[in-house]
């Protein structure tokens, strides 16, 4: 059952702001949603690159250890290759001469 108040997909858009239920409402879909968090830890990721390698040596040994230190090495050498370490400590460098 539909609710009165609710705007159907095929009437024009209200005037003023749209109501946060109606079909004209600035909402995002499931996918671009998901892309963003995706796009966000990768960044994270990159830029914590030597935490995570020196996290992943201090795991204790269990199945699968040798397993993440390898991945852990191989993300680290890669960030490496191509700098983004040295940058995050530049832009860390620069933050925090701003605070003394």
Same mark, same amino acid.
């Given at each position: ?41 990768? #960044?994270? %990721? ?9 996290? /992943?040596? !201090?795991? &204790?040994? *269990?199945?699968? @250890?040798?397993? #993440?230190? %390898? ?9 490496? /290759?191509? !700098?983004? &370490?040295? *940058?995050?400590? @530049? ?10």
């Amino acid at each position: 059952m539909r609710q009165p108040w609710l705007h159907t997909a095929d009437t024009p858009a209200p005037r003023g702001v749209p109501d946060d239920f109606s079909p004209h409402s600035a909402t995002r879909s499931a996918g671009g949603v998901t892309l963003a968090v995706g796009i966000a830890l990768v #960044v994270m %990721a990159a830029g914590r690159s030597p935490e995570i390698l020196d996290a /992943a040596y !201090g795991l &204790p040994v *269990v199945a699968g @250890t040798e397993t #993440v230190i %390898a991945v852990a090495e191989v993300w680290d050498g890669a960030m490496q /290759a191509i !700098g983004v &370490p040295m *940058v995050v400590e @530049t832009v860390r460098g620069v933050l925090s001469a701003g605070r003394g």
